[in-house]
């Protein structure tokens, strides 16, 4: 495209999942209740591992930094969705845009991470649990997490940067809910080859290395297990697994239908679906996830509500 229809973009408008005016309401409330369910259920968990030294293990360290990123990821996309649907103008700043943008793929980086560390938990809980307290040690497990920190912010800082090198046309409708990847270069007015070259390859890598690893650690794991001579026993390893398994499926099998894909074949009507999934239901699922399947969660809420319901019948 010449140059010349190139304009200077002061601000996008996100016109959301949908423009229907009568879906408007029934997907403001819908959005507004999972998004409540969200902060209060993780907000929960993490209030419940800082209250119970029952809790104050590695696993439970990484699981109260995952309900804090959940939270965080979720904040960064939702309420601005919340305030387009009846706004108007539906507009979001430019800088606004790039920084939605940087922390979005910040926190979605750092809840790859952690899921890969939290896996590594599980790899030295059941393959080497009478050596556990000595390999994850708490300046081990601060190490991992600043390390996690570390590279999502390095991972958001290159893609944000390389947005900003981005011109844009006078058409600046983004038809998604947030300023995200593919909706973002699907308007410009400049060549996207780098930004695509680097979401199919460091950003592949980020999240396929991380999914190697624990599929890795899973194999590991399941070979350790096989080796248990009871049926109990078994099942008690494979029960200890099963919460950081089903999140693992659901976050990413959503994030790799979205960017493991040419921008080519990018549908946006599409993706805006499969986005809310992990963007919105994932970290919404995942305080109920840990918590129904886990003993010493179930045990330290039980705990927190007696202590509650106790004052007030004295």
Avoid at 197 to 204: I, K, S
Wanted: glycine share 4%.
């Amino acid at each position: 495209m010449d140059k010349t229809n190139w304009t200077s973009v002061s601000h996008f408008v996100l016109l959301g999942i949908s423009t229907n005016p009568e879906e408007q309401i029934p997907l403001f409330l819908l959005f507004l209740f999972m998004y409540a369910i969200n902060i209060s259920g993780n907000f929960v968990i993490i209030a419940l591992i800082i209250s119970s030294p029952r809790l104050h293990t590695p696993m439970y360290l990484f699981l109260s930094n995952l309900a804090l990123a959940d939270i965080c990821f979720t904040t960064t996309t939702v309420p601005k969705m919340l305030q387009n649907i009846f706004s108007p103008t539906k507009t979001i700043s430019y800088i606004g845009c790039l920084s939605q943008t940087y922390f979005f793929l910040c926190f979605a980086a750092l809840e790859n991470f952690l899921l890969a560390v939290m896996a590594y938990d599980r790899y030295i809980a059941i393959c080497h649990p009478f050596r556990y307290s000595m390999i994850l040690t708490r300046m081990l497990c601060t190490q991992m997490l600043a390390i996690c920190h570390v590279l999502a912010h390095l991972h958001a800082m290159l893609h944000t940067v390389l947005m900003g090198r981005l011109n844009f046309c006078e058409d600046n409708k983004i038809s998604h809910f947030f300023c995200d990847l593919y909706p973002l270069m699907k308007i410009s007015c400049s060549s996207t080859h780098l930004n695509t070259l680097m979401v199919h390859t460091e950003g592949v890598l980020v999240i396929n290395g991380a999914l190697t690893f624990i599929i890795i650690s899973y194999v590991c794991i399941i070979l350790a297990v096989l080796r248990i001579p009871s049926s109990t026993g078994k099942r008690r390893a494979f029960s200890t697994c099963g919460s950081h398994l089903t999140v693992v499926a659901i976050f990413y099998g959503t994030i790799t239908w979205v960017y493991v894909r040419p921008l080519s074949s990018y549908s946006v009507a599409k993706a805006r679906i499969v986005t809310v999934m992990y963007t919105v239901v994932t970290p919404m699922l995942n305080p109920f996830i840990y918590s129904l399947r886990n003993g010493d969660v179930k045990g330290a809420f039980n705990r927190w509500i007696n202590k509650i319901r106790t004052p007030s019948l004295q």
